[in-house]
Structures are given as C-alpha cells and as structure tokens.
C-alpha cells in the first residue's frame, strides 16, 4: 500500500495558486483514476483506491502547510505505511516552474509543509515529488 500526500492550504483563497500544487495534483491523479476524495480522518480529507495494480490512499491533510506532517504520521501509523511507500508531493520555488523532480531522500528545504513531514515522521526516508512554480 502507499501513501500519497499533496501539500495545500485548505482555505478557498488558496485555490488555484501555486500553494496548493500538492493539492491540484492529487485531484488529477484521483480524476485520472477513479478515486474519490472525500472521506475525513486526521484532519485530512482522503481516498482509496488502485493505481498500477498497487493499493493507494491519497491524502490532503486540512491543517495549515506547517502542521502537515501531523496527518501525514498518523496515516503512517494507523496502516503501518514503511517510508519507501510514503509520497509527498508540494510545490517548489527553489526549481525552475514547470520543472518536476522525484527524490527519495533529502531536506525540506524552505518548505514549510515538508519541515513539518521530517519532523513529524523523526526521518528524511521517503519519496517527494517536487513541482516548481513561481516565486510570486
């Protein structure tokens, strides 16, 4: 099973900006394959489903960015989720916009939704898609 987590503001002001880029591309992804975003647990709203062949559970924690590591263990915890099945997707101004990189390890850099993720999960073991936008 893995566990795929889009960073976001819940706010509707954040809608469509570049914060909720962890957000909008878990909506595609849903879209794309028949799952449905609307259970509530953990102060997130989430789904199941397959993609691949392979059991997923995408989530979009409801805190504010800096306390999304919070929802993000607690998804860990209740399935029993290894890191090597943990994915994080958030935007990144630090690449250029439009770029797409996958790591499997690494800092949060100035990410504040990703500072709160390493912290929460006590390790930088896991896998993060990270979408460049724009500064402003």
Same mark, same amino acid.
């Given at each position: 099973?893995?566990l795929i987590v889009g960073?976001?503001?819940?706010?509707?002001?954040?809608?469509?900006?570049?914060?909720?880029?962890?957000?909008?591309?878990?909506?595609?992804?849903? =879209?794309?394959? +028949?799952?449905? /975003?609307?259970?509530?647990?953990?102060?997130?709203?989430?789904?199941? @489903?397959? &993609? #691949?062949?392979?059991?997923?559970?995408?989530?979009?924690?409801?805190?504010?960015?800096?306390?999304?590591?919070?929802?993000?263990?607690?998804?860990?915890?209740?399935? =029993?989720?290894? +890191?090597?099945? /943990?994915?994080?997707?958030?935007?990144?101004?630090?690449?250029?916009? @439009?770029? &797409? #990189?996958?790591?499997?390890?690494?800092?949060?850099?100035?990410?504040?939704?990703?500072?709160?993720?390493?912290?929460?999960?006590?390790?930088?073991?896991?896998?993060?898609?990270?979408? +460049?936008?724009?500064?402003s």
């Amino acid at each position: 099973m893995y566990l795929i987590v889009g960073l976001g503001n819940p706010e509707e002001e954040y809608s469509n900006t570049r914060h909720n880029m962890g957000f909008d591309t878990l909506n595609e992804l849903a =879209k794309r394959n +028949g799952i449905e /975003i609307n259970r509530n647990k953990y102060n997130s709203l989430y789904g199941q @489903g397959i &993609i #691949k062949n392979e059991k997923v559970i995408l989530v979009k924690p409801q805190t504010y960015m800096n306390l999304s590591g919070i929802a993000v263990k607690q998804f860990k915890d209740f399935y =029993k989720i290894e +890191g090597n099945k /943990i994915i994080i997707v958030h935007d990144d101004i630090d690449i250029k916009e @439009g770029t &797409i #990189k996958i790591r499997k390890t690494g800092g949060a850099g100035t990410h504040n939704g990703m500072k709160s993720v390493v912290q929460e999960l006590g390790n930088k073991e896991f896998y993060r898609i990270r979408i +460049g936008v724009r500064k402003s």
